[in-house]
């Protein structure tokens, strides 16, 4: 049952990234190579639908931490993103999709591999101390 | 286990007996006096020898501590991890033992409280306890989850849990210290008096240096020196004073320097010639380098192997001069199993069967070795699955003895 | 060292590694038994297997994969099975769950890393969810010690020597499981 219904999510977000990205011109291989990054580098612990657990936040809010001043910079400096075996660009693609599936939003302009690449040159020590920072708005 | 049950039986009779008796008239008589001294409790001699050992068994969750040049237990303490049968810390100065251990109220189930307990190293007897966040990290090999840094007032606990921290233990006032988050970052590698290392998920590493509360004084992140992706090193390092030694997957020895500006990689150099290394050798195991630091020798565990092999066990031990970078010698490592089945199969270690088993059997390898910082040094020597410790001379490789029933399985091993 | 010596050596190592504790044992039973082991090495899949493909096939991603592999690579209880390809621990389908299911008792811990493995009848890559079952101390049976693609603890999410449990309620080890995500776009880069 765990695993039909985990099914049906990965194959329920895959539809709706692609509806979601197709708009911005996005090609469905580049979402399906999106999805592939996450799965293998990120859903270990924020799990298949983002919803993470007791002790990981959900995707849920990379929406509207995006939206705050520093968002954009706090998702690419989280060690969990800056230190994945990804090369700039890929990262930057699963970032975008990532906001897109679970975040409810668009990176507008979307996050580039020369961004990302700065970005993550600096991770936090203590990203729970930044994302506090961050929503206190300082 | 069925090895157990004699003894297990013997214990409930003993335990049955007095309560059988009580029934005997209490008429006054000469008090007996047994031949052998009852009730005594040894305890470990004041000085540990440089040939000591510390060695963790998953099974029975202990470490025991054995005297390398005879074999003998002289004591041992509690670890009740699940998985990861680690060896305790030492402290010389304050003459103490250290075991950072999750503690159940039921004890595997209920609540889950963590603590550094605390033995004294002469009675070996539990003198105190240092409660401590549930957040203590578990990993198999028991490699640098926690550490005792060198001026012995601070102990660092590794945690993953969340982004990832260490917990700071006064062992002084015997209280949780601090908290440091280190996210991105693992492991932990004592440098110095009151600092540490770590290896990061980018290829970089970060010193810290602790204040006088226990708090980070001074944290520094070196650039990225290895490729996580392509030729990661392996956590399983060796100490050298404010450097760690690390061997990457492909061979390579990194030699980091966790002190000044910031932490740096200041030697590279194979372990391999290009020859070995179509010949597909490799380092691996649980603890596969050690360095005796006043000669300057380099041991590591090498096998042949691929990619996905490196915690397998090695079957041979290349030893470096780390001055040159140059191997200098090869030893073998003998067959550690005979030893394992000797007293399981109830043979005399001269009778003739014994001798025939361990001409036959062949080396399985080993997956840890330690070396002692003494001048007459000794290589120990321990496979995952073989609960024996094997004792070689670490100038030339002569297997002098097997320490027998060394734990059961897996587990760390410690030079206190 | 004898070249007899050697060459045991060489053949154990490989062994080793992919038979875990019972690898002396199985070794033995192997050269003794000959042929019998291959026997039963080719018996029908277990039923587990088999639903669960039939469950992916209901989405529109990926057909299952082929689980009709003869041999170890197709035995989840033996360490060979394909999708153990980074299994460090003891597998559930030995202690009273199966390859995709906790035993009885048990929790699954809902972090854990992620890998692929390839399916060697149809040579493609498959994401690989690996979960341990916590609650129960730890079960003792089919210990395998597979670790193609894995890595040191700085990248947790790639190691399979951490306690999984520790996102579970109970942080006590039981065993681990094997699922399939589905069809990986390419293996992991660590390979």
Same mark, same amino acid.
């Given at each position: 049952m765990r695993l039909l219904s985990a099914a049906l999510l990965v194959t329920g977000f895959a539809a709706a990234g692609v509806q979601a990205l197709a708009a911005d011109g996005v090609a469905a291989r580049d979402v399906k190579m999106a999805q592939h990054d996450y799965l293998l580098n990120c859903a270990a612990c924020h799990l298949l639908g983002g919803q993470g657990s007791r002790t990981v936040p959900p995707l849920a809010d990379t929406g509207r931490l995006f939206a705050l001043p520093g968002g954009r910079e706090y998702l690419g400096r989280v060690p969990g993103a800056a230190h994945s075996p990804l090369d700039d660009k890929r990262l930057a693609a699963v970032l975008n999709w990532m906001l897109s599936r679970f975040g409810d939003t668009t990176a507008d302009p979307p996050y580039t591999a020369g961004e990302i690449g700065r970005l993550r040159a600096?991770?936090?020590?203590?990203p729970l101390a930044a994302r506090r920072r961050l929503l206190a708005g300082h | 286990m069925k090895a157990l049950l004699p003894a297990l039986f013997a214990a409930i009779l003993f335990a049955l007996g007095p309560a059988a008796d009580t029934a005997w008239p209490s008429a006054p008589e000469a008090p007996i006096v047994t031949q052998d001294p009852h009730g005594v409790v040894e305890s470990v001699r004041p000085e540990l020898g440089p040939h000591a050992l510390w060695v963790g068994d998953r099974l029975f969750r202990h470490s025991i501590l054995f005297d390398g040049d005879n074999g003998q237990a002289l004591g041992m303490v509690d670890i009740t991890w699940t998985l990861g049968g680690v060896a305790p810390h030492t402290s010389h100065s304050r003459r103490e033992v250290y075991v950072v251990e999750p503690v159940y109220d039921r004890g595997h189930r209920g609540e889950r409280i963590d603590y550094v307990t605390i033995y004294? *190293? #002469? %009675? *070996?007897? @539990? %003198?105190g306890e240092i409660e401590l966040p549930t957040k203590g990290a578990e990993a198999g #090999?028991? @490699?640098?989850?926690s550490a005792l840094l060198d001026d012995e007032r601070f102990l660092v606990v590794l945690n993953l849990v969340q982004s990832g921290s260490v917990t700071v233990v006064d062992l002084e006032q015997r209280r949780f210290a601090a908290e440091i988050p280190t996210a991105g970052c693992s492991l932990v590698y004592p440098t110095g008096r009151r600092s540490f290392g770590m290896l990061c998920g980018d290829g970089a590493a970060l010193a810290i240096t602790l204040a006088d509360d226990g708090s980070a004084a001074e944290t520094r992140r070196s650039e990225p020196f290895f490729d996580v992706v392509a030729d990661p090193l392996s956590e399983k390092g060796a100490r050298d004073g404010s450097r760690w030694l690390f061997a990457s997957f492909d061979g390579y020895l990194h030699e980091v320097e966790f002190t000044g500006d910031k932490p740096s990689l200041v030697a590279r150099w194979s372990l391999m010639t290009d020859r070995e290394r179509a010949d597909s050798w490799l380092v691996g195991g649980s603890q596969h380098l050690a360095l005796h630091r006043d000669s300057r020798r380099l041991y590591s565990l090498v096998h042949q192997g691929q990619r996905g092999s490196h915690k397998d066990a090695g079957s041979e031990i290349w030893v470096y001069d780390t001055e040159n970078h140059a191997r200098i010698d090869t030893f073998e490592i003998p067959a550690l199993l005979p030893a394992f089945l000797r007293p399981v199969l109830g043979l005399?270690?001269?009778s003739l069967a014994y001798r025939v088993l361990s001409f036959f059997t062949p080396s399985m390898g080993a997956h840890r070795v330690v070396v002692s910082q003494d001048d007459e040094p000794l290589l120990f020597l321990r496979h995952g699955e073989i609960g024996v410790i094997g004792v070689l001379d670490?100038?030339?490789?002569? #297997?002098?003895h097997t320490i027998e029933e060394a734990g059961m399985t897996g587990g760390e091993i410690r030079i206190p | 060292m004898s070249r007899l010596d050697r060459w045991m050596e060489n053949s154990s190592r490989a062994l080793a590694r992919r038979s875990g504790r019972r690898g002396f044992l199985a070794r033995l039973g192997r050269v003794i038994a000959g042929g019998t082991v291959t026997g039963v090495a080719a018996l029908p899949l277990l039923p587990v297997a088999r639903g669960q493909a039939s469950d992916e096939s209901h989405g529109s991603r990926a057909a299952a994969p082929p689980e009709d592999i003869q041999g170890p690579e197709g !035995?989840?209880?033996? &360490? !060979?099975?394909?999708?153990? &390809?980074?299994? !460090?621990g003891f597998l559930c389908g030995c202690c009273g769950g199966s390859s995709t299911s906790c035993p009885p008792g048990t929790e699954m811990s809902p972090v854990t890393w992620i890998g692929t493995c390839r399916n060697p009848l149809d040579k493609k890559d498959y994401l690989i969810w690996y979960n341990d079952c916590c609650g129960r101390n730890p079960c003792g049976r089919c210990f395998c010690n597979r670790n193609e693609g894995e890595r040191p603890v700085y990248h947790p999410y790639r190691n399979n020597d951490i306690n999984w449990c520790a996102g579970a309620e109970s942080q006590v080890y039981n065993c681990s499981a094997a699922m399939i995500i589905g069809l990986a776009v390419e293996g992991q880069p660590e390979k």
């Open positions: 600096q991770p936090y020590l203590d | 004294d *190293l #002469h %009675t *070996l007897a @539990v %003198t #090999h028991g @490699v640098a989850l005399a270690p001269d670490a100038r030339d490789g002569r #297997h002098l | !035995d989840p209880n033996h &360490c !060979d099975y394909w999708r153990n &390809c980074a299994i !460090d």
